[in-house]
C-alpha cells in the first residue's frame, strides 16, 4: 500500500572504473597501428575527453558492477541481505539473459530472494532506473535498493571507425535508495521516441548461433547532438516544476556525461553555472548508464556534494530516450 509520506533517499554512493586507462594519445597510437587517423586534440576539442578506462579482456560488466555496489553498500553501513531490488542499467550485458542484476546478485552473495532486472536504455538507464527504483520504493513495494549502471561499451566499439571508438569507456557507478519519511528523490520525469532509433544504436541480434545485423555500435553524431540538447532541456524543466524547483533551488546538476558541449548548451539554458555542474567526462569519457553515478559518486566523495542540498541528474541516449530526476541528497 503506497504512503504519501514515504520517500526514497540516498544512503550510499559507489564507483568503479577498471585500471587499463587510455589516453587520448595512447588511443591514437594504438589506431595509427591500423591505419586510422585522430589525434588528441580533435578529440578534446569536440568532447572534452582526455582519457577513458576500458575493461581487461577477462572482465565483464557484472564485475564492475560488483566493485561499485561493494563501495555503495560500505558507504551506506547496510548488510547487503536488506537489498530486497536490485536495478542494473546496462546495455552491456555480460550475456543475452539472465540478467547482469542476476549475476550480480549471486556475485554479492545475497540469498534474501529479493526482485533483480536490468533496465536497458542506453545513456539515459541509470534515470530510468532511479525513477523505477524510487516508485517501487514509494509504492510500498521494496525498501532497499541497489540501483547500478554499468557498462563495458569497449566490447561494442568498432576500432576502425574514428567518429565513434573515441568517445566511449567502460566503468559502474551504485547509488543505495532506502524507504524514508524525509525527501529523497523528489521527482522523475522519462520519455522515449522510438523513431529515432537508427541514429545511436547496435543492430545486431544472436540468430540460431550467429550475430546477425551488426554487433558495432552506430552513430549519426550531428543528428544526436542536437536531439540531445533539444530534449535534455526539456525534461529538466519538467522534472523541476514537478519538484516545484527552479533551476536557481538546484545546487548540483549531473548530465550524462557524452560530450562537454551538450553539457554546457544544457546548463546554460537552464542558467545553471558551469561551477555547479559535475564534469567527469575528461577522465571517464561516455560511460553510457555508468556515467551518472560514476559522477555523482565523484562529487559526493570530494565532498562537492553535501545532505540536503538537490542534486539534478539528467540522460540522454539511445532510442532514443531521455530522463531525469530531483533528488534531495
Ligand atoms: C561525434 C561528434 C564529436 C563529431 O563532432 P562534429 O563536430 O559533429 O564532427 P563531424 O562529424 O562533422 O566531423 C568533422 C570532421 O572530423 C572528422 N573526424 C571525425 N572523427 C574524428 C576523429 N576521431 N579524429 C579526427 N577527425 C575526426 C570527420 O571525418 C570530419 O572530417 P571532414 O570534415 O574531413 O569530413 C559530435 O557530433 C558529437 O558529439 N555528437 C554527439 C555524440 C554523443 O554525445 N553521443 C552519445 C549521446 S548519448
Redesign the pocket.
Same mark, same amino acid.
Given at each position: 500500500m503506497a504512503q504519501s509520506n514515504l520517500y526514497s533517499r540516498v544512503i550510499g554512493t559507489g564507483s568503479y572504473l577498471p585500471a587499463d586507462r587510455v589516453t587520448n594519445q595512447d588511443l591514437a597510437d594504438r589506431l595509427a597501428k591500423q591505419g586510422v587517423?585522430?589525434?588528441d586534440e580533435? @578529440?578534446v576539442a569536440?568532447?572534452g575527453i582526455h582519457a577513458r578506462h576500458f575493461a581487461a579482456p577477462n572482465e565483464t560488466t557484472s564485475d564492475l558492477a560488483l566493485h561499485a555496489s561493494r563501495n555503495a553498500i560500505e558507504a551506506a553501513g547496510i548488510d547487503p541481505d536488506s537489498i530486497d531490488l536490485i536495478i542494473v542499467a546496462t546495455s552491456t550485458p555480460d550475456f543475452v539473459f539472465p540478467s547482469t542484476a542476476c549475476l550480480l546478485q549471486n556475485k554479492l552473495g545475497i540469498k534474501n530472494g529479493g526482485a533483480a532486472f536490468d533496465i536497458q536504455a $542506453?545513456?539515459s538507464g541509470f534515470a530510468y532506473a532511479v525513477a523505477t527504483a524510487d516508485s517501487f520504493i514509494r509504492g510500498g513495494m521494496n525498501r532497499t535498493a541497489l540501483v547500478v549502471g554499468a557498462e563495458t561499451f569497449s566490447r561494442i566499439l568498432d576500432f576502425n571507425d574514428?567518429?565513434t571508438c $573515441? *568517445?566511449f569507456g567502460d566503468g559502474a557507478g551504485a547509488v543505495i535508495l532506502q524507504a524514508s519519511d524525509e525527501p529523497g528523490v523528489l521527482s522523475s520525469a522519462l520519455h522515449a521516441d522510438g523513431s529515432h532509433s537508427s541514429i *545511436?544504436c547496435t543492430p545486431g541480434n544472436v540468430n540460431k548461433g550467429v550475430i546477425e545485423g551488426s554487433a558495432f555500435l552506430h552513430?549519426d553524431?550531428?543528428a $544526436?547532438?542536437k536531439l540531445?540538447v533539444k530534449v535534455l532541456e526539456k525534461v529538466a524543466v519538467e522534472a523541476l516544476e514537478k519538484a516545484r524547483l527552479t533551476p536557481g533551488d538546484i545546487d548540483w546538476l549531473i548530465p550524462?556525461q557524452?560530450?562537454i558541449? @551538450?553539457m554546457e548548451s544544457t546548463a546554460k539554458k537552464l542558467h545553471v553555472p558551469l561551477e555547479r555542474m559535475v564534469v567527469t567526462v575528461g577522465e571517464h569519457g561516455?560511460t553510457s548508464a555508468a556515467s551518472i553515478p560514476l559522477a555523482l559518486d565523484v562529487a559526493v566523495r570530494d565532498g562537492r556534494i553535501k545532505r540536503g542540498q538537490h542534486v539534478l541528474i539528467e540522460g $540522454?541516449?539511445?532510442g532514443f530516450t531521455w530522463g531525469a530526476s530531483v533528488i534531495r541528497y
Open positions: 587517423e585522430t589525434s580533435w @578529440i569536440r568532447t $542506453v545513456c574514428r567518429t $573515441v *568517445l *545511436l552513430m553524431g550531428q $544526436v547532438f540531445a550524462h557524452a560530450n558541449r @551538450i561516455n $540522454v541516449g539511445g
